[in-house]
């Protein structure tokens, strides 16, 4: 599934061999200048026999340096975490392999442990298994998870507890080898206090290292002190102090004295973490399955892994989320296309909501959702409202629909009896899909969708002292939905009151345009008016000359009559065409101060205020000119009239039974 960036991706591998634990030679280069110097890589000279072009130019591209260079990749903690964490690990490897780097690092607590040798021997199966999927070596470190031992009935703690058993199936608990121009160091932070055999990370007098690690260590560094770059892996990051006690000190101090070593990362806090010291880069690493509150995940509690790339005189590290890491190869041209066609998805709902008099509802609404595409998809229908007056039963539900196949679920909705306040809000439908192909699943952005309502059966508005309008700032808008508004194929008129505080190059006014339908529109206060018939646009635009003034009341009208669009602007005609055919449907609402968006949001908003909006069968205004009514009363045409003269909760009222819904900082204002 491809989804947001901390999404965890599920993902299959096949099993491979073990990581090999080997070294080679130092390399010849000389030391670098620093362990923190960053030098911006000089380009190499241009060379004619490596580039090659036709053509003439004066500019000479700088060509990238052929000098040695690679890239590795490090693990944060596996353990700690649910079972389902080693599908986080699984998709790690996955996504690893899509990389490509020269080598994988890990910072220990590579199995859930603290247990006796049967599920110990368990769980390092089903690591290493899992591990070896990688196509690049990897290479462990020893944790407090893969070494402590948990006593069980007839079994006593050894001494060593599970250090014998790691070094049989993972490697030595030390060990440094030798890649390119770089050495890495991997040390052991669990040794067993060296008086009483305690072994407590929790305690500082247990975070010693052994005189026979630091003699190994010392050698080492001495073996490495030539290669420009060396790294160093251990689990527990003792270098941040507190319980860890100043043991650490020792080990710094011959780190800072070779001169070369270039960072430190560790891990078992579970959060990522970053102290420098001494020309040393310290890291911290989080996890990759391990436990994870992810409380702020851009402050470095997530699950994720560390690339490091290492050139001559710089190195650079990055943190990719497990999950942000695509196999371009899965993109095919289907799903390029298909994949964006399930936003576009509009459920579809046969009755409005009625609202009763006393402001209870009690209805079964069906949901039918259509698969345009043509590979399988899983859905998932989701109900939920701020409003806790709502019983929703069932509150979500999802399956499997077939290639172009469909499904209907109902839903039962009751509303206790209560005034229809600014509290009063109906449940909204969240719709989402995962479009399925043969190797992968992509995640299609969740949308939520406004439940058709009827408010007739209301006792009506009484009118304000003086008439209100709708104002509109920033984004706001009222929307009507689909449902509310059938109107049938063949003429038609759409018609408001709008006064714009500005117009800008494109602002939608009554609109509902998603190539099909119908919508009025001001581009820099000229007036269009737009119709998609027999399966393209027809539209007319006013003159520069007739623009509409900002601050201004203006009345506006598109018609269609069957022969011909046209467009009025103050009851006077200011552009026609002639125009024919079926008018092409969508299941979108009508955005009041916008335009709308395939995924039914609002676009394209208006600056100022509408009043008056009337959407009617047939064409309502013939010739040339007419004189516009501040005022309309609903009749046998009127599918739609929204006079914007009272308010239920976040609903205008309107009539035959329609309502908008107020949007986004939407209000009535006395006018």
Same mark, same amino acid.
């Given at each position: 599934m491809r989804a947001p960036l901390l999404a965890l991706i599920y993902a299959?591998?096949?099993?491979?061999?073990?990581?090999?634990?080997?070294?080679?030679?130092?390399?010849?280069?000389?030391?670098?200048?620093?362990?923190?110097?960053?030098?911006?890589?000089?380009?190499?000279?241009?060379?004619?026999?490596?580039?090659?072009?036709?053509?003439?130019?004066?500019?000479?591209?700088?060509?990238?340096?052929?000098?040695?260079?690679?890239?590795?990749?490090?693990? %944060?903690?596996?353990?700690?975490?649910?079972?389902?964490?080693?599908?986080i690990l699984r998709a790690a490897v996955d996504e690893t392999n899509l990389l490509g780097p020269d080598l994988v690092m890990t910072v220990g607590d590579l199995i859930q442990g603290y247990n006796t040798p049967e599920p110990w021997m368990a769980q390092m199966r089903e690591f290493r298994g899992v591990m070896s999927g990688l196509r690049s070596p990897w290479f462990p470190v020893a944790g407090n998870h893969d070494i402590y031992f948990r006593e069980a009935a007839g079994e006593r703690r050894p001494a060593e507890e599970h250090e014998g058993r790691y070094?049989?199936?993972?490697?030595?608990?030390?060990?440094?080898?030798?890649?390119?121009?770089?050495?890495?160091?991997v040390l052991y932070t669990d040794e067993a206090n060296p008086k009483t055999g305690e072994r407590n990370f929790g305690k500082a007098e247990c975070q010693v290292m052994s005189p026979e690690q630091l003699a190994w260590l010392d050698e080492t560094l001495e073996v490495t002190k030539d290669a420009p770059h060396v790294f160093v892996f251990c689990h527990h990051p003792r270098?941040?102090? %507190?319980?860890?006690?100043?043991?650490?000190?020792?080990?710094?101090?011959?780190?800072?004295?070779?001169?070369?070593?270039?960072?430190?990362?560790?891990?078992?806090?579970?959060?990522?973490?970053?102290?420098?010291?001494d020309g040393i880069e310290y890291f911290a690493l989080a996890t990759v399955g391990g436990h994870q509150g992810g409380s702020v995940p851009e402050a470095g509690y997530l699950h994720c892994y560390d690339l490091v790339t290492v050139r001559p005189g710089r190195i650079?590290?990055?943190?990719?989320?497990?999950?942000?890491?695509?196999?371009?190869?899965?993109?095919?041209?289907?799903?390029?296309?298909?994949?964006?066609?399930?936003?576009?998805?509009?459920?579809?709902?046969?009755?409005?909501?009625?609202?009763?008099?006393?402001?209870?509802?009690?209805?079964?609404?069906?949901?039918?959702?259509?698969?345009?595409?043509?590979?399988?998809?899983?859905?998932?229908?989701?109900?939920?409202?701020?409003?806790?007056?709502?019983?929703?039963?069932?509150?979500?539900?999802?399956?499997?629909?077939?290639?172009?196949?469909?499904?209907?679920?109902?839903?039962?909705?009751?509303?206790?009896?209560?005034?229809?306040?600014?509290?009063?809000?109906?449940?909204?439908?969240?719709?989402g899909f995962d479009y399925l192909t043969d190797t992968a699943r992509f995640a299609i952005p969740v949308?939520?969708?406004?439940?058709?309502?009827?408010?007739?059966?209301?006792?009506?508005?009484?009118?304000?002292?003086?008439?209100?309008?709708?104002?509109?700032?920033?984004?706001?808008?009222?929307?009507?939905?689909?449902?509310?508004?059938?109107?049938?194929?063949?003429?038609f008129t759409v018609e408001a009151w709008v006064k714009g505080r500005s117009f800008a190059a494109r602002q939608g006014l009554v609109c509902r345009t998603e190539n099909s339908e119908y919508g009025l529109f001001a581009d820099s206060g000229r007036l269009s008016f737009s119709v998609h018939l027999d399966g393209a646009y027809v539209k007319v635009k006013a003159a520069e000359e007739d623009g509409m003034t900002p601050g201004q009341w203006h009345h506006v009208a598109g018609v269609f009559d069957g022969e011909e669009v046209r467009l009025y602007l103050d009851g006077e005609l200011v552009a026609r065409a002639p125009a024919s055919g079926p008018r092409t449907p969508n299941q979108l609402p009508l955005i009041v101060g916008g335009d709308v968006q395939s995924s039914g949001g609002a676009t394209s908003t208006l600056s100022g205020e509408i009043d008056e909006v009337r959407l009617s069968r047939g064409a309502r205004y013939l010739g040339r000119e007419f004189t516009p009514q501040r005022r309309h009363a609903p009749d046998a045409q009127t599918v739609l009239l929204l006079p914007m003269d009272g308010a239920l909760g976040p609903y205008l009222r309107g009539a035959q039974a329609a309502g908008a819904t107020m949007a986004a900082g939407a209000r009535l204002i006395l006018e």
């Open positions: 299959t591998l096949a099993l491979s061999g073990p990581a090999p634990l080997a070294a080679s030679d130092l390399p010849s280069d000389g030391p670098s200048d620093g362990p923190q110097e960053v030098r911006q890589q000089e380009p190499a000279p241009v060379d004619a026999g490596r580039f090659i072009t036709s053509r003439r130019s004066a500019l000479e591209l700088p060509l990238p340096d052929e000098s040695d260079s690679f890239f590795f990749v490090v693990y %944060g903690d596996r353990t700690g975490g649910p079972d389902e964490g080693v599908e070094e049989m199936h993972f490697g030595p608990l030390w060990y440094a080898f030798k890649h390119k121009s770089a050495w890495f160091i270098w941040i102090g %507190g319980k860890y006690g100043s043991d650490w000190d020792k080990v710094h101090r011959r780190l800072v004295a070779a001169g070369n070593v270039k960072g430190v990362f560790g891990g078992h806090i579970h959060r990522m973490r970053y102290d420098p010291r650079e590290r990055a943190t990719l989320p497990v999950g942000a890491a695509m196999d371009p190869r899965e993109i095919t041209g289907e799903v390029s296309a298909e994949a964006p066609r399930l936003t576009r998805v509009i459920p579809s709902i046969a009755r409005p909501i009625v609202i009763a008099e006393d402001g209870s509802v009690k209805t079964e609404i069906e949901v039918t959702i259509q698969n345009p595409v043509a590979r399988p998809v899983e859905m998932e229908l989701r109900l939920a409202s701020p409003d806790p007056r709502w019983r929703l039963t069932p509150d979500h539900a999802h399956g499997r629909l077939a290639a172009r196949g469909a499904a209907t679920v109902k839903f039962q909705l009751e509303h206790s009896p209560s005034e229809i306040d600014g509290a009063f809000q109906l449940p909204s439908l969240a719709l949308r939520e969708h406004p439940l058709p309502i009827d408010l007739s059966a209301l006792p009506p508005a009484s009118r304000p002292p003086t008439e209100q309008v709708l104002q509109l700032r920033g984004s706001a808008h009222a929307r009507v939905s689909a449902a509310s508004i059938p109107l049938p194929d063949g003429p």
